[in-house]
């Protein structure tokens, strides 16, 4: 069982920055990857970025390319999700998950904030 825990959400002004940060409480076989997603109100979650712990490969969705980076700090477990340029349209509860693989996620975190405002 992995518990992911996130942190750094908050209300931010059109154009201004955040870093997300999510923390694992272990890496398994079954947590390999670590992922962003976001879930605005009336809309389903999106897939926003995703990182393998080993060798850090990333996926990116196209929406957020260019101005969202993700990261990882192995030695702290945790997963950094870097956004600039931020726009009203995204704000939405956003998630870290933890799966097998870049395009497969089983444990997921309670959500963390982002509001911006124009």
């Known amino acids: 069982q992995v518990q992911l825990v996130e942190s750094g959400g908050g209300l931010v002004q059109a154009g201004g920055s955040l870093r997300l940060s999510c923390a694992a409480s272990?890496?398994?076989?079954?947590?390999?990857?670590m992922g962003w997603f976001r879930q605005a109100p009336g809309k389903e979650r999106e897939f926003l970025a995703a990182?393998?712990?080993?060798?850090?490969?990333?996926r990116y969705a196209d929406s957020v390319k260019g101005r969202f980076t993700i990261s990882g700090d192995n030695a702290k477990n945790t997963v950094y999700l870097q956004m600039i340029s931020l726009k009203p349209e995204d704000t939405a509860v956003y998630y870290c998950a933890a799966g097998p693989a870049l395009t497969m996620w089983d444990y997921w975190g309670q959500g963390t904030q982002v509001t911006v405002s124009s």
């Open positions: 990182i393998t712990w080993s060798g850090g490969k990333t």
């Open positions: 272990a890496r398994t076989f079954s947590s390999v990857a």
